[in-house]
Antibody, heavy 115, light 112 residues
Framework: EVQLLESGGGLVQPGGSLRLSCAAS????????MTWVRQAPGKGLEWVST????????YYADSVKGRLTISRDNSRNTLYLQMNSLRPEDTAVYYC????????WGQGTLVTVSS | DVVMTQSPLSLPVTLGQPASISCRSS???????????LNWFQQRPGQSPRRLIY???NRDSGVPDRFSGSGSGTDFTLKISRVEAEDVGVYYC?????????FGQGTKVEIK
C-alpha cells in the first residue's frame, strides 16, 4: 500500500525558514517523480514543485522560485521541501504526491506564516 | 502558463441524478508524446485530494464506474452518472502536459 506521510509544518514568522519532509513507503521511491502541492485555507489546489526520480531535474511555480527548494534522499525514501524567506501568502496545507500526475497523496502538513 | 477554467464552480445535484463538470484549457494539452495529460481529482470535506481520472478518461483503481472522463485538445468533461451522497466535495482538473502544472479553480458538488 502506497503511503506518504508529511511532517515539519508549524508556525513561523515572515522571513523565516522551515523544512518539510515526506516519508514514502509501499512503492519503489527511487523510480518515481514526486510533487508538492499546497492549499491555502479555504482555497483551491496550487502546484508548487516537482522533482524527477533521480533528483536531477526540478521544476517550480513562479510564486516560490528562489525561495523554496525541493530535494529527495532516495536512500531514506524521503522527499523534502526547504522553505526560506517565507511570506504570509505561503500559509497553506502542503501535500506531497507521487509522480507528476499525483496519483497518491499524503494527508498534508499545515504551514502558518504569521507574526 | 496554461489557464484551466472549470464550470460551473458550484453544482447542486439531486441524489441519483447525473452531474457534469467542464474544464477548458487555454492551450492544447496534447503532449509531444501524443498523450493528453489531463487529470481529475476529488477532495471530500476534510480530506486530502484523491485522483479519479488520468489522461482524460482512465479511471484510477477503486474509482466507481459512475465516474467518467472525456474530451480532447482543450475541452474536457467529468461526468457522474448517478450522484451518491459520498460524491459531495470539490472536484479539480489539472493539466500535466506543460510546465508549470496548473489546476482549475475547483467545482463544489453538493446535494440539493
Amino acid at each position: 500500500e502506497v503511503q506518504l506521510l508529511e511532517s515539519g509544518g508549524g508556525l513561523v514568522q515572515p522571513g523565516g525558514s522551515l523544512r518539510l519532509s515526506c516519508a514514502a513507503s509501499g512503492f519503489t521511491f527511487s523510480s518515481a517523480a514526486m510533487t508538492w502541492v499546497r492549499q491555502a485555507p479555504g482555497k483551491g489546489l496550487e502546484w508548487v514543485s516537482t522533482i524527477s526520480d533521480t533528483g536531477s531535474r526540478t521544476y517550480y511555480a513562479d510564486s516560490v522560485k528562489g525561495r523554496l527548494t525541493i530535494s529527495r534522499d532516495n536512500s531514506r525514501n524521503t522527499l523534502y521541501l526547504q522553505m526560506n524567506s517565507l511570506r504570509p501568502e505561503d500559509t497553506a496545507v502542503y501535500y506531497c504526491a507521487r509522480a507528476g500526475n499525483c496519483d497518491y497523496w499524503g494527508q498534508g502538513t499545515l504551514v502558518t506564516v504569521s507574526s | 502558463d496554461v489557464v484551466m477554467t472549470q464550470s460551473p464552480l458550484s453544482l447542486p445535484v439531486t441524489l441519483g441524478q447525473p452531474a457534469s463538470i467542464s474544464c477548458r484549457s487555454s492551450q492544447s494539452l496534447v503532449s509531444s508524446d501524443g498523450n493528453t495529460y489531463l487529470n481529475w481529482f476529488q477532495q471530500r470535506p476534510g480530506q486530502s485530494p484523491r485522483r479519479l481520472i488520468y489522461k482524460v478518461s482512465n479511471r484510477d483503481s477503486g474509482v466507481p464506474d459512475r465516474f467518467s472522463g472525456s474530451g480532447s485538445g482543450t475541452d474536457f468533461t467529468l461526468k457522474i452518472s448517478r450522484v451518491e451522497a459520498e460524491d459531495v466535495g470539490v472536484y479539480y482538473c489539472m493539466q500535466a502536459t506543460h510546465w508549470p502544472r496548473t489546476f482549475g479553480q475547483g467545482t463544489k458538488v453538493e446535494i440539493k
